[in-house]
């Protein structure tokens, strides 16, 4: 198996991670809310993380020049913190819908960045087949809407909310080229998505206790122990596996691809949406997971 088959299936089973991780994560949200879900989602991954890198290195922070120490920090900060905080203002300023289609922007900004900044340059028919993927992926996004947008559509258009989502996709576009950046000066997948997720970790709780919601977070949590073993079990799928397949596929293939091929979510949360919110596949999402199955497969080849 070649490096680059070996990054890309690394890709595709971030994918999947990403999808199931954030399936439970809503579970969890739905009781005791999104904010206070994620604020555990990190602690947790920090915790986890630290574990796992004592046990593998015998460590649990990671020894690292440096560079590549502030580089997965600052990825953290904003990518997994400063990232989400804009998304989580669009979702209420325009729609989830919406905000999330200007999310999908993310791969082909860090594309252009690694062009930059990398000197990676992929070929014509890398980027035709990640256009590809791209739009079948918005397709999806774009026919999804639930029955309050329907009746809420002024808010598509608030310029507020769109300038917040596009913050979020060039900031979550950067984090990735400093992830790459922080892996090539060597440092080990392991260790950089810990010093990621130990990064994000402080910078978002940090702003918990100064806001004064440390204590009513654990306090939520303490009341509803459905919803803290759901996200025990959802942070080792997403975050853990997630990231740090993520990271080796972004380690050991061009951003752009890596990338893309883990942003498949919307298109895999269809049967999830089907399953366990009893969503509906409408015909034109088929059509949409047909074409970025095609550009997927065309990607692999």
């Given at each position: 198996m070649t490096p680059l088959?070996?990054?890309?299936?690394?890709?595709?089973?971030?994918?999947?991670?990403?999808?199931?991780?954030?399936?439970?994560?809503?579970?969890?949200g739905r009781e005791v809310g999104s904010l206070t879900t994620n604020r555990l989602r990190l602690l947790l991954g920090a915790l986890y993380f630290g574990i796992i890198h004592w046990l593998v290195y015998g460590t649990p922070f990671p020894h690292a020049r440096p560079d590549a120490v502030a580089y997965?920090?600052?990825?953290?900060?904003?990518?997994?913190?400063?990232?989400?905080a804009f998304l989580f203002e669009a979702f209420v300023?325009?729609?989830?819908?919406?905000?999330?289609?200007?999310?999908n922007l993310s791969p082909a900004l860090a594309t252009a960045l690694a062009w930059v900044w990398l000197g990676e340059r992929l070929s014509f028919a890398q980027i035709a087949a990640i256009a590809v993927v791209l739009g079948g992926v918005s397709w999806v996004v774009l026919e999804r809407q639930s029955p309050d947008e329907e009746g809420h559509r002024q808010r598509?258009?608030?310029p507020r909310g769109l300038i917040f989502a596009l913050i979020?996709?060039?900031?979550?576009?950067?984090?990735?080229?400093?992830?790459?950046l922080g892996l090539?000066?060597?440092?080990?997948?392991?260790s950089g998505a810990t010093l990621r997720m130990f990064g994000g970790?402080?910078?978002?709780?940090?702003?918990t206790v100064l806001a004064g919601k440390a204590i009513p977070t654990f306090a939520t949590f303490r009341e509803h122990p459905k919803a803290l073993r759901t996200v025990a079990i959802a942070?080792?799928?997403?975050?853990?596996?997630?990231?740090?397949?993520?990271?080796?596929?972004?380690?050991?293939?061009?951003?752009?691809?890596?990338?893309?091929?883990?942003?498949?979510?919307?298109?895999?949360?269809?049967?999830?949406?089907?399953?366990?919110?009893?969503?509906?596949?409408t015909p034109r999402a088929i059509l949409g997971t047909v074409i970025a199955t095609a550009g997927v497969i065309w990607l692999l080849l």
């Open positions: 088959l070996l990054g890309e299936l690394a890709a595709l089973a971030a994918s999947v991670c990403f999808t199931f991780g954030p399936t439970l994560f809503t579970l969890a997965m920090l600052v990825s953290g900060i904003i990518g997994l913190a400063l990232s989400d300023l325009i729609g989830p819908r919406i905000a999330l289609l200007v999310l598509q258009h608030n979020a996709a060039f900031v979550s576009a950067l984090s990735i080229l400093l992830s790459k090539n000066t060597g440092l080990p997948t392991l970790m402080l910078a978002l709780w940090t702003w942070v080792l799928i997403g975050p853990v596996l997630g990231m740090s397949l993520g990271l080796f596929a972004i380690k050991t293939i061009p951003v752009g691809i890596a990338t893309t091929l883990s942003a498949l979510p919307p298109i895999l949360l269809l049967p999830v949406g089907h399953w366990f919110f009893h969503e509906r596949i």
